[in-house]
């Protein structure tokens, strides 16, 4: 677990300090060349529509995880628009609050449980 949470925290670091530096050069427009780039059909589009499908799995296993709740799918709706930067404090979050008990982290208490 320890080394499970040491990735969490380290790439949570690298992704801000990255993310800082891009939104510093070139501002917070990130949404218009994303999709732009999907719709120029080239690989860094089709790089963005592969990473989307990532972030909609994300959002979807989060919203299970919390059994569909109401706040399941407001966290699945921030973990695809969040991405990893949500995930890393998301899954560290869990991490001890399920005492290290990894079933408990990616399935939620109840179904670990059974």
Known sequence: MF??????????????????????NHGA???PIFFGDMAKMAWPGQFNLDFFGFLCLSGLWTAWRNEFSPVGVILGLVAVTGGMLFLTIYLL???FQARGDMAEVLLGRKRAAA
């Open 93 to 95: 979050v869990l991490s």
């Open 3 to 24: 080394a499970f949470r040491t990735f969490l925290v380290t790439f949570l670091i690298v992704l801000v300090g990255y993310t800082s530096v891009v939104i510093g």
């Open 29 to 31: 427009g990130l949404v």
